[in-house]
């Protein structure tokens, strides 16, 4: 029995101490941010979309692929197809046939090509970011819990770290960030963008608008499946009280 207590004993304090080990690099729950794409009813904000895809191109596209998506497909944040095609342009991808001379030779992209990945493979990647491996955006808001808000708090969470945490080399302090210490240094800074429509480019704008655009890269059919969803409902509320009109006139007369 005494064997017992004091083997219950020490699996105890060994709870407790690894309880108090999680504690210290604990990862905050992600901010309360409402956004217009959520509910039944809830759409993209185009707008924002759109300012959150030049936050893409000029300030996330040089680590981060958005391999998942074609330039095409940025029509539906309402950019007209010469847009597109200007848009894609800037861009060059390796053909996918040789020439006549049996060489692979790179061209300007086109709107039906997919976003030019910034690294050829991941070894590359991993080379031009000391070793860490920059994620692809496509799915990023899907890849994490409460996806949206995890990616607008990740941005605008980069604190020095309290008293008592010491640093870790190359690695910024970032409490929404599962243990805290994140590769990637701060993204944002104010006004690092020069938005068209005349907004101003603070950092928490930014993050909102990127993540507008990264929860639309993901879910680029959302609204649709929203109305298609809405749809079977409403056809389902009607059809039901057709049934229950029907069997009401059948069974009228039986007593």
């Given amino acids: 029995m005494r064997k017992l207590l004091i083997a219950k004993l020490v699996v105890g304090l060994s709870l407790v101490a690894s309880t108090g080990a999680y504690a ?28 959150g895809l030049q936050v893409y191109k000029d300030v996330c596209a040089g680590c981060h692929g958005l391999r998942l998506v074609s330039y095409r497909n940025i029509m539906d944040l309402g950019y007209t197809e010469d847009q597109v095609k200007a848009f894609a342009k800037e861009y060059e991808v390796q053909n996918a046939e040789p020439n006549d001379d049996g060489e692979m030779f790179n061209r300007p992209a086109r709107p039906s090509d997919r976003f030019v990945s910034p690294f050829p493979n991941e070894q590359a990647a ?16 899907k890849a994490r819990a409460h996806g949206p808000s995890y990616v607008y708090s990740v941005l605008t969470g980069y604190q020095k770290a309290p008293d008592g945490i010491e640093g870790q080399e190359d690695l910024s302090y970032n409490p929404y960030f599962p243990g805290n210490w994140i590769a990637m240094a701060a993204p944002l800074s104010d006004d690092a963008v020069e938005y068209g429509d005349g907004t101003k480019a603070t950092i928490d704008q930014m993050a909102k608008d990127v993540t507008n655009f990264l929860s639309w890269a993901a879910s680029p059919d959302l609204e649709k499946r929203k109305k298609t969803g809405l749809s079977v409902m409403m056809f389902l509320v009607v059809f039901t009280g057709l049934l229950i009109a029907v069997k009401k006139k059948v069974w009228a007369s039986v007593h």
Avoid: C, E, H, M
């Avoid at 991993?126 to 496509?138: E, F, I, K, M, T």
């Fill in 24 to 51: 210290a690099g604990d990862v905050l729950a992600p901010k309360d941010v409402k956004w217009s794409f959520d509910g039944i009813f809830g759409t993209f904000d185009r707008a924002s979309a759109q300012r």
């Fill in 126 to 141: 991993r080379a031009g970011n000391n070793g860490a491996y920059p994620p692809d955006l496509s799915l990023i808001t």
